[in-house]
């Protein structure tokens, strides 16, 4: 659409909501004032940084992780939200899933990880002056059984994902505390 034929519609839309006593103009500028959080899988369609190499994607999940341009690295992500953040109007947040943990010098399991492997992303959002929220990931790792987690028969099973859980939420809460601003630890289960 055109500038000209934009500025146009907008116009008579805030003429339209004026009628109804809404002030446009107003509600966008509460708008752009709301923290929006972009998810991390989106600049690597969910394949997180826990695998070196990258790992199969599974357990229900509607995405194949290898699209071509994604990012391969946490640097990758962190240049590409950049040029997103760039492009996108408003407050932006970033949220992490547990699987973006930056673990160089060994494997961590996720019922052991601490705030440690996300320093980097903490340092990052600081230097940004962002927020970040951080959510666990139940999906895409050996534990996964019959589909289920949380909810899985076996006491050890369901123990890891509780522990899993637990872990995600003091690393989120430890997010918050670096940053001073709220960290949404979200649960998709």
């Given amino acids: 659409m055109k500038t000209k034929s934009l500025d146009l519609a907008y116009r008579l839309a805030r003429e339209r909501y004026a009628e109804l006593g809404v002030d446009t103009d107003r509600a966008l500028k509460t708008a752009a004032r709301i923290p929006i959080s972009m998810h991390c899988w989106q600049g690597d369609d969910v394949g997180g940084f826990e695998h070196a190499g990258g790992a199969a994607l599974g357990d229900g999940l509607a995405v194949i992780g290898n699209y071509p341009g994604k990012a391969r690295t946490p640097a990758e992500l962190r240049t590409d939200f950049a040029r997103a953040r760039a492009l996108i109007p ?16 060994r494997k961590v399991e ?24 951080f959510n666990p990931t139940y999906f895409s790792h050996p534990l996964v059984k019959d589909g289920c987690t949380l909810s899985h028969p076996d006491p050890s099973v369901r123990r890891f994902w509780i522990e899993h859980g637990i872990r995600c939420r003091e690393i989120g809460a430890a997010m918050g505390r670096a940053l001073g601003r709220t960290c949404l630890t979200n649960l998709w289960i």
């Fill in 90 to 105: 408003g407050t932006q947040r970033f949220n992490l899933h547990a699987s973006y943990a930056e673990t160089p010098d």
């Fill in 110 to 133: 996720r019922d052991a990880l601490t705030e440690r492997q996300f320093e980097s992303w903490i340092a990052w959002a600081r230097k940004l002056g962002i927020g970040l929220d």
